[in-house]
Structures are given as C-alpha cells and as structure tokens.
C-alpha cells in the first residue's frame, strides 16, 4: 500500500527527470520502440502512453523494454484501468481527474499517480488526501498560465504538471511558475510524424523541448 504521500514523492522526482511529458497517443505496437527510442534520445526519458487505443498496454509493455526511459500510463479512469496498467509494467499513472476508486485502486497497487484537477476545490480535495503533486488539466482551456499562477498563490504547497493545449509557444510561460514541475503535451509526437514514422523528426522536436527550463 502505498501512501499518497510517498506517491507525491515519486511523481514529483519523476516530473523532474524532463521538462517535459510526452503524451502519447499511439495505434500501432510496431511504433512502440522507434518513436520511445526517439523520445528518449531526444532528451525526453518520461513517456506517458494513454489507454485510449486497442493496443495501449502492449505498447507501455514493448516501450518499457528501452533503456532509460521511464514510461507510465495515462488516461486511467477506473480501477480496471489501474490494475491493466501495473500487468504491463506502467512506472507511473496519470488520470485527467480524480475519483475516491481511482486514488484507492493506485493506492492499493503502488502505482504512484499523478491526478488531474482543474479547480481550486479539487487541488484541496487531493492535498488534503495527501496529494501534493497533481496534473493541472485542461490547463489552456482552464485559464492556463493565470489560472495556475493564481492557484499557486493560496495553494503554494501543491505543485503540477499542466496538461491539454501545451505547445511550444506557451510551454515556457508554464515552467516559468514556481509551482510548475514540468508540463505535458502531444506536440512531440505529432500523428503525422508517427504515420510516417518520421522518428528523426520527433528526435528534433524532443531536443526542443528538452531544453526548455523547468
Ligand atoms: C490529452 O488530453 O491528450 C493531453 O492532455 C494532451 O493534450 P494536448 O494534445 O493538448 O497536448
């Protein structure tokens, strides 16, 4: 059983390994390793594979396989989705909001998780449970940059991940807060570029973003 706080512990070192979390949608398995590879090259080892495809867990199973990448699950919503997620070997969870048997079914399972929460009301919620890392999500569409800012003012002992509309343009803005850990983002992984299995290019868009300063 692991503790919400020692969870927090965990997410927090994890969000520190890379300004960045790759937020990766992906159909095919054959796709798994080349693009984890050029993630990872790129400078981004955190890799967060959502189970919104057929083959999501057979895709965190070959991805996990890379060497120095540490890649979660993303998109649990049920604790059905937990329990998938640990079998194949997700190192971390990400929820875009939180439900009481969620957080207990990761709890339960020693999947440290970083748990989504839009307002004030659900960051104090999870703080109180002793969630003092959470995903900030959709950050844009919720405000983005001000809104953190301004929950980081009364909130300051939470810290965040602030996923959903994050580009290139505005990831820095979002670094620049002291309550930001590093932000989450598809743009690294364009579908395109996967279609085409464009990996070089993914490499590059990994190395931008790698350098961006938490
Ligand atoms: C998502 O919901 O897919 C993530 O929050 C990523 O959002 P993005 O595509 O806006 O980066």
Partial sequence: MMTPEKMSETTKEICGLAPVIPVLVINEVAHAKPLGQALISGGLPVLEVTLRTPNALEIIREMSELEGGVVGAGTLLTPHDVERACEAGAKFGVSPGATETLLS??????????????????????????????????????GGVAALKAIGSPLNQVSFCPTGGISPQNAQDYLALSNTLCVGGSWVAPQDMLERKDWQSITELAQAASILSA
Avoid: H, I, W
């Fill in 105 to 142: 079914a990761c709890e339960e399972a020693d999947l440290p998780l970083l748990p989504g929460a839009a307002t004030s009301s659900e960051v104090m919620r999870l703080y109180e449970r002793g969630y003092s890392a959470q995903k900030f999500f959709p950050a844009e569409a919720n």
